[in-house]
């Protein structure tokens, strides 16, 4: 969690580092902070709150804005409450080093009361003033340079960590390093300027040229000089890796859209495409998958598929299980990343881990891979963000490659994620014999409809924001569905309490009679997915159940549906498709109802309370 950005070079860095956490904003929104470097003075603005209240307080003086140096970090507490003095940057005890840091130091206490006995006092509740104080410590005591001090003190460490350190004894230079939480260096023409932050977007209109440093790395940025890699531990150095970006500006922009959140669900037609574009060959009945194909024999001789996720990625892992099982006819467990890193699990060199995850930065997802690589089992990540550390850590993976997510709240995430467990749910059934080539085409067929279906689907906001209207001020709702569609409930109920502060309950529809029946009155909103493929005379009779305790009845329905529209409340008619698709568009109309309701409530949509977009801490 936290963003941090940082320049150093000839332009001027406060538009390039205030631009640069609004950018970051999804990472954590707590609170924010800047430092400049100017006339041989650093100049630290801080606040809580949003980046645009620290803003306002640059905006009032123009040394708090000089400068060709600048550092700035948007947090997500975890040590010290979200307040002004808890903010980053942080300064050493002397003044001299200023930090910013994303990650946690677990051992920060240890530090902490160490140099306090030393007479270090602190000014804040932070593990992070705690570092930059030992970094200032290691460089008294040693007498050495700044990225050597920062590496001894790396070695006392134990925690994660993405941090810049700057030193206003020697300006010309910035010091990262990494470990566990992400870092990438923008390299400028000819080493002329540099830029750092979380993820490329704070830079990506002054450079495509940029460096992520890998875990237990550290980076000295010099100007005029190219970039020195080295380990943190053994200080060999490492060859700096410079990668051409392909995001483009447009991409991490609003585009005409009053929310991140409404655009990324517009754009899933296209994300949907782009997810299979070159991997679903319909003419020739094949799945084009490298990632499974230069690894075929472990999927095919895989006793278990264990799918490893959390939040919306871990519901898309649910709808992979029914997926891969219903079609390829392999085992699949679905767990939770949290609990099953810590569980004990019993993993064999026969299983295949999945791990899903949009960021590919989900402290606990990653910890599950590494458990999982440690037992022998063969992972194949599925991520969105290239370059990410579960795509690095994986074996094997494939991108979904649905452009990037700002909002919090997972869209097009979720959607792009469940079409690729479909391309490798039916790939293993192909190649294991359990469809033939003819049933493929037909099914790649269906899949190529479904952005057309997505687009049609979308023009019914209208009347999701009349349903919406009804049903904002709700207290509790229950989101029901079965089969392919239960993870959509799931999924529907994730997306209105995390946006809109209602609390809302997925379940499959037919446990209802075993404990939440006993919620429904007649205030109580009920969202059932009711298509007409996969159970439907069933939940037919779970909407009558519920019907008979006045409980209110928003049912989604295949087009032409007549049966449930006489008893539903409200209908929302989805196009028809085969039953293993329908979770792409039943998901559609759950996810602009919770936007408008949260729209209509007047929550900060894109920046929901408490949240933030990677969960980068366990
Ligand atoms: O980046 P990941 O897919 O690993 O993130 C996992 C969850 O934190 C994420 O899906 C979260 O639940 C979303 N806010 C839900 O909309």
Same mark, same amino acid.
């Given at each position: ?118 007479? +270090? ?76 932050? =979380? ?36 200080? =060999? ?84 299980? +029914? ?147 009804? +049903? ?77 305790? =006045? ?68």
């Amino acid at each position: 969690m936290c963003g941090i950005t940082g320049y150093i070079g000839f332009r001027d860095a406060y538009p390039i580092v205030i631009n640069g956490l609004k950018r970051l904003e999804y990472r954590g929104y707590d609170s924010s902070g800047i430092m400049m470097y100017n006339d041989k003075q650093i100049h630290l603005s801080k606040t809580k709150g949003k980046v645009s209240d620290l803003e306002a307080i640059t905006n009032k003086e123009e040394g708090r804005r000089k400068g060709n140096i600048g550092m700035g970090h948007t947090r997500w507490a975890t040590h010290g409450v979200p307040n002004d003095v808890n903010s980053h940057p942080h300064f050493s005890q002397s003044g001299d080093l200023v930090i910013v840091h994303n990650g946690i130091i677990e051992n920060y206490d240890t530090l902490r009361k160490e140099l306090i006995s030393r007479g +270090y006092v602190f000014q804040s509740d932070t593990d992070t003033e705690v570092l930059v104080n030992l970094i200032e410590e290691v460089k008294k005591q040693e007498g050495c340079k700044l990225g050597q001090a920062l590496q001894l003190a790396l070695n006392n460490v134990i925690g994660a960590y993405a941090i810049a350190v700057f030193d206003k004894t020697k300006p010309n230079e910035i010091v990262v390093a990494r470990l566990g939480s992400p870092i990438a260096i923008g390299v400028g023409k000819d080493n002329s300027e540099f830029f750092i932050a =979380s993820d490329a977007s704070p830079f990506i209109e002054y450079t495509k040229d940029a460096i992520y440093l890998e875990d237990e790395e550290m980076a000295i940025i010099k100007l005029g000089k190219a970039i020195q890699v080295h380990k943190i531990h053994d200080d =060999s150095i490492v060859d700096a890796n410079i990668q051409k970006l392909k995001m483009n500006l447009e991409q991490i922009e609003k585009g005409g859209y009053d929310h991140f959140m409404l655009k990324e669900i517009h754009e899933q037609p296209k994300a949907i495409i782009d997810t299979y574009r070159g991997r679903m060959l319909p003419d020739e009945g094949i799945i084009r998958m490298a990632g499974i194909d230069d690894n075929i024999n472990k999927f095919l001789n895989a006793e278990r598929i264990i799918i490893v996720a959390c939040g919306t990625s871990w519901h898309a892992g649910l709808v992979g299980e +029914y997926l891969i099982e219903d079609k390829a006819r392999i085992p699949v467990e679905v767990e939770y990343a949290s609990e099953f890193r810590y569980r004990n699990p019993i993993i064999t060199p026969k299983d295949i881990v999945i791990a899903i995850s949009q960021s590919g930065e989900t402290a606990d997802t990653l910890a599950a891979i590494k458990l999982a690589k440690s037992k022998g089992a063969f992972v194949f990540g599925i991520c969105n963000v290239v370059g990410s550390s579960i795509a690095r850590e994986s074996d094997a993976g494939a991108y979904t490659h649905a452009g990037p997510e700002i909002g919090v709240a997972s869209t097009k995430a979720f959607t792009t994620q469940i079409t690729l467990l479909t391309l490798i749910a039916l790939k293993l059934a192909s190649k294991k014999g359990e469809v033939s080539k003819p049933e493929l085409r037909v099914f790649m067929q269906e899949m190529q409809l479904i952005p057309k279906k997505i687009e049609a689907l979308l023009k019914i906001e209208d009347k999701v924001k009349e349903i919406a209207a009804v +049903y904002k001020d709700a207290k509790n709702c229950l989101y029901l569905g079965r089969g392919f569609n239960f993870p959509v409930a799931l999924e529907g109920a994730l997306k209105l309490k995390e946006i809109s502060y209602i609390h809302a309950e997925g379940y499959p529809a037919a446990e209802m009679k075993h404990g939440p029946i006993a919620l429904i009155d007649e205030n109580m909103p009920i969202f059932v997915i009711a298509t007409n493929k996969g159970h439907y005379e069933k939940v037919v009779s779970n909407i009558q159940e519920i019907k008979s305790r =006045s409980g209110k009845i928003i049912a989604i329905v295949t087009e032409g549906d007549t049966q449930v529209k006489e008893i539903a409340d409200h209908v929302i008619e989805i196009p028809e498709t085969v039953e293993a698709l329908t979770p792409l568009l039943t998901t559609i109309p759950f996810q602009l109802l919770s936007y408008h309701i949260a729209v209509m409530l007047g929550k900060n949509v894109d920046q929901p309370r408490n949240l933030a977009k990677s969960v980068t801490v366990e």
